[in-house]
């Protein structure tokens, strides 16, 4: 008897922006033979505008108003939200795979979707690196932003364009949380029947520097016998990495393994495997090795997310 496989459950954010159906597309395209991948399309509706706030809502003539305001809108974004759905259906998902919801504003956009992500118990949000608001965001500049520094706990899958490969890269700094970004990967992978996910488990030597509290400090690394210890060490986590992915039944031959023993910028580094790979999937941990060194590394996932492009970064922890 085979063993059942868990459902995966993803919050995809959804305004009807260009970045945002690329963000679908992106989903589509790397899960269109994951059955067990389930799909809520969110949408939060935009605020009561200030002005019927502010009139007499007992005026039969205010509610008529507000009543066709609030119609209108809510009819737009059923359309989007239809029209998405059928988008999927029509690239072979089936419609038990899908949701739609949509809610009126509460609290804030990057919260309402939080707490919609916390209340569903989602495996991970999906969203634009633009869009979510009335005009496209720079990214950082405020939605995207709120909810990546939000979700904690939950895994955020950043969309920056049309991606057209099923390449993942996955960078390992030899943590606890670089495992649970190799957990989160395996997870959503598990029994999805596609010989073309193809997977980097990537380091990048720490090199001269390190960083420990507040101080910078040579690292012990730099010298040749440590190297050689730090290459070994290394070489244990990324196998036990590469065990944990396949678990999710993905062949051996699906997964390389790579160390990059030069003193170089990590996000650099990991920036450029990508771009010459082909690897259009960044997966990342949140945090790094250590709480001294979380700055360090929390810099490194953020220099990543800024200048991803347009790739996909997944941030996980």
């Known amino acids: 008897m085979e063993e059942d496989v868990m459902e995966k459950k993803l919050l995809l954010a959804i305004d009807g922006s260009k970045n945002s159906l690329m963000t679908l597309d992106y989903i ?12 809520v399309l969110f949408h939060v509706l935009p605020p009561v505008p200030p002005v019927y706030k502010e009139g007499d809502l007992t005026d039969p003539v205010a509610q008529k108003y507000l009543g066709d305001w609030k119609k209108k809108h809510q009819e737009a974004i059923e359309k989007i939200l239809q029209k998405s759905r059928e988008r999927l259906i029509k690239a072979g998902w089936a419609d038990a795979q899908l949701q ?10 990057a ?8 209340k569903g118990i989602y495996d991970a949000i999906v969203i634009g690196r633009r869009g979510l608001s009335k005009v496209e965001e720079v990214f950082l500049g405020s939605v995207s932003n709120k909810i990546i520094q939000g979700a904690k706990s939950i895994p955020v899958w950043v969309v920056g364009g049309k991606i057209t490969t099923h390449k993942i890269i996955v960078a390992i700094d ?21 010989q073309a996910i193809d ?31 730090y290459k070994e060490r290394t070489t244990l986590f990324l196998k036990q990495a590469e065990e944990m992915i396949l678990g999710a039944e993905l062949f051996p031959n699906q997964i390389k393994k790579k160390i990059v023993l030069k003193n170089t910028d990590i996000s650099q580094a990991i920036l450029l495997e990508a771009h010459q790979g082909g690897y259009e999937t960044i997966v990342v941990g ?9 700055f360090f590394m929390g810099s490194v996932s953020n220099k990543i997310l800024q200048q991803a492009g347009n790739k996909v970064v997944w941030i996980v922890g």
Do not use: Y
């Open 28 to 39: 589509s395209h790397l899960f269109q033979f994951c059955p067990e991948v389930k799909m």
């Open 100 to 109: 739609i919801r949509a809610q009126e504003k509460r609290i804030g956009l």
């Open 111 to 118: 919260r309402d979707i939080l707490f919609e992500a916390e």
């Open 174 to 194: 030899g943590s606890e949380n670089a495992l649970r970004a190799v957990d989160h990967l395996s997870f959503i992978l598990d029994s999805c029947k596609h």
């Open 199 to 229: 997977i980097l488990l990537l380091n990048i030597w720490p090199g001269f520097i390190a960083v420990s509290g507040p101080w910078i400090i040579p690292h012990l690394s730099a010298f040749p016998t440590s190297k050689i210890k």
């Open 286 to 294: 949140r945090r790094g090795i250590s709480k001294a060194k979380e």
